[in-house]
């Protein structure tokens, strides 16, 4: 069974900077697409950017240059810097893997942008 956890949320002002991990435990298999996605209150779940095991990314249009996804395929994790926050960048965030065996997700960490 494949765990995710994530940590690294809180509260931050505009114009701030988080980072959020997400550890990944069980059996991991290749190919894998590793992302993490956000839930704003009364909005629906979205992308906001992913990775696959071979290092390609792709981001929301709206977090582009601003947010970069990472990963350490030796420690079976994925990262997300967040730069320049906007209070709409709120949310709650959530890490997903996609493999072979299904979809895992974590159980959300919250970003809140603020001042």
């Known amino acids: 069974q494949v765990q995710l956890v994530e940590s690294g949320g809180g509260l931050v002002q505009p114009g701030g900077s988080l980072r959020l991990s997400c550890a990944v435990s069980?059996?991991?298999?290749?190919?894998?697409?590793m992302g993490w996605y956000r839930q704003a209150p009364g909005k629906q779940r979205e992308l906001v950017a992913e990775?696959?095991?071979?290092?390609?990314?792709n981001y929301a249009d709206s977090v582009r240059g601003r947010f970069t996804i990472s990963r350490d395929n030796a420690k079976n994790t994925v990262s997300l810097q967040m730069n320049s926050l906007k209070p709409e960048d709120t949310a709650v965030y959530f890490c997903r893997v996609i493999q072979i065996t299904g979809r895992y997700w974590g159980q959300g960490t919250q970003v809140t942008v603020s001042s």
């Open positions: 069980g059996k991991l298999f290749s190919p894998n697409n």
């Open positions: 990775i696959t095991s071979g290092g390609s990314t």
